[in-house]
């Protein structure tokens, strides 16, 4: 049983459009990160959010968490080919001293 | 800007043998952390080790693996005799807080 569900598995857009990737539990979470991850490299830090129902702005792409603290999403507005990567979410419960990641997105925004 | 950075970068070995793959966690962090990725699947956890002990280890990381801070820079993961399923990316992060990790680049671990 996965812990953390991302949804979907792969997303293919044309730039310019707007796309959301899920990240859902049934376990509450002290912290939420995500992350992007290119191949071959180590997965890098996009945003942490930690407050039921926070609202996180990097550019053009949105993170909130949600009010139980059970899930989250990422949404990115005017997607451009820079965008494409695999997108990983990964939660830290109280008292535990590690991340459990999700399986990840693959975004790919056709030129 | 502050960084972990991991070596070597790639490691082939023959099964059976002791490999320790290197990382130099970001300087002022508190909290180091191993992690493992089979090609294709998700990223998982392996050990967190905070004040010189463990904090918590996965069921992977069995009577093969250890851990170490040697130094006050160097934090290591040791295999002592490889199987062909320890293949994968081995990913060494470190936080200063609960709350944000930040991961190195990662050794690709070869075992033939």
């Known amino acids: 049983t996965q812990l953390l569900e991302q949804s979907p598995q792969f997303l293919s857009i044309q730039e310019g459009e707007n796309l959301t990737v899920y990240c859902n539990s049934s376990s509450v979470f002290s912290s939420l990160q995500w992350y992007r991850q290119e191949p071959g490299e180590g997965p890098v830090l996009l945003v942490t959010v930690v407050t039921g129902g926070e609202v996180k702005k990097l550019k053009r792409l949105t993170f909130q968490f949600g009010d139980a603290r059970k899930d989250s999403s990422l949404h990115i507005t005017a997607a451009q080919p820079g965008d494409t990567g695999l997108y990983l979410c990964?939660?830290?419960?109280?008292?535990?001293?590690?991340?459990?990641f999700g399986a990840g997105t693959t975004v790919t925004v056709r030129a | 800007e502050p960084e972990v950075t991991q070596t070597p970068s790639h490691q082939v070995t023959q099964m059976g043998q002791e490999v320790i793959l290197r990382c130099v966690p970001i300087s002022n962090h508190l909290y180091f952390y191993w992690y493992r990725q089979i090609l294709g699947q998700k990223v998982e956890f392996l050990v967190s080790?905070?004040?010189?002990?463990?904090?918590?280890k996965s069921e992977i990381f069995d009577d093969q693996f250890s851990v170490e801070r040697p130094d006050g820079s160097n934090f290591t993961l040791k295999i002592r005799s490889t199987k062909l399923e320890d293949s994968a990316m081995y990913f060494c992060?470190?936080?200063?807080?609960?709350?944000?990790?930040?991961f190195g680049p990662g050794t690709r671990l070869t075992v033939l």
């Open positions: 992060a470190s936080s200063g807080s609960y709350n944000e990790q930040f």
């Open positions: 990964a939660g830290e419960r109280s008292n535990d001293y590690k991340l459990s």
């Open positions: 080790f905070y004040n010189n002990e463990i904090s918590e």
